[in-house]
């Protein structure tokens, strides 16, 4: 058993040198650590107004998938009833992109009595670009 924890403990630290090791990982893990610890404060507030909020209609179906769902930023008071809509499509090089990500855009439209819609729509490799046009033209 010692004999086999030996070989694989100078199999782990060959590969750790041939990838960048030792230290650069651990430091890039911590240094991201720190990144996502110092940012936590600023995000926290504004999640939770995300998730408590009853002026943001969340997770409206409006296809088969679990990707065909949109957010409704509802204004506080639109004057008359009518109020500008932004339809907001978030996305990356079509391999990434969430509806949520664009909440501190909503909320912050949402207060100056614009409503705002954000879609998702399904992403590489769930489906290619014809897919996600139809999917934007089915939420929109």
């Known amino acids: 058993m010692a004999r086999t924890v030996r070989l694989l403990r100078g199999a782990l630290l060959e590969l ?10 651990l430091w890039q893990f911590f240094r991201l650590l720190g990144f996502v610890v110092a940012m936590l404060p600023a995000f926290v507030p504004v999640f939770w107004h995300y998730l408590r909020s009853k002026r943001i209609v969340k997770n409206i179906t409006y296809g088969p998938s679990i990707r065909h769902q949109l957010d409704v930023y509802l204004p506080a008071a639109a004057a008359g009833g009518e109020c500008p809509v932004v339809i907001f499509v978030s996305g990356g090089a079509w391999v990434i992109g969430y509806k949520m990500w664009s909440f501190l855009m909503g909320c912050v439209l949402q207060e100056r009595g614009i409503l705002f819609v954000s879609p998702d729509y399904r992403n590489f490799p769930q489906g ?13």
Request: no cysteine; proline share 9%; glycine share 8%.
């Open 128 to 140: 290619q670009v014809p897919d996600m046009v139809r999917d934007v033209t089915e939420a929109v």
């Open 16 to 25: 750790a040198w041939y990838l960048g090791m030792p230290g650069m990982w």
